[in-house]
């Protein structure tokens, strides 16, 4: 969340960019109420995909966030674990290995759509699938998918 503040508010100092973790409560509050915009068809992609294999989130979000998306769109039933920085302090890749320890994963891969997403994927030594169609651009994926549903094509 520091890094995000620091890109999206760069002349406010850290102790006023804390001050904006009040958002959170507001954002969270909100889509509890309302949800969130997602994906074609991804509770049809991810009951099929949970058929075949465990599936987990690792975000950089703050804590709660992903509680609140499961309170919402009732996603939980297809995904067997999550973590985020906000509740460990950790980076993205050392939640991603977090997520793997704790669930004995053997053959794990990461789907994510930004240059952090790689190296996440990149320092927990596992493939990274790049979902183009996301919010950033990568200089190096293992696979590539043009669509949520395409996940369906790989796996």
């Avoid at 030594?125 to 395409?150: H, L, M, R, T």
């Amino acid at each position: 969340m520091n890094e995000i503040s620091r890109k999206l508010f760069p002349t406010l100092c850290y102790k006023e960019r804390l001050q904006l973790e009040d958002c959170c409560e507001v954002e969270h509050s909100f889509l509890e109420k309302n949800g969130g915009v997602l994906y074609q068809n991804v509770e049809n992609v991810l009951k099929k995909l949970s058929q075949k294999y465990k599936l987990y989130i690792v975000s950089n979000c703050q804590d709660c966030y992903i509680e609140t998306f499961y309170k919402y769109h009732k996603l939980e039933k297809y995904l067997f674990d999550f973590e985020n920085p906000g509740r460990t302090a950790l980076s993205k890749g050392r939640n991603i290995i977090l997520v793997i320890d704790r669930n004995n994963l053997s053959n794990p891969v990461y789907v994510g759509d930004t240059e952090g997403d790689l190296e996440a994927a990149r320092f927990a030594e596992i493939p990274f699938i790049y979902a183009e169609y996301g919010f950033g651009q990568v200089s190096q994926y293992d696979k590539v998918i043009e669509s949520f549903e395409e996940l369906l094509c790989i796996f």
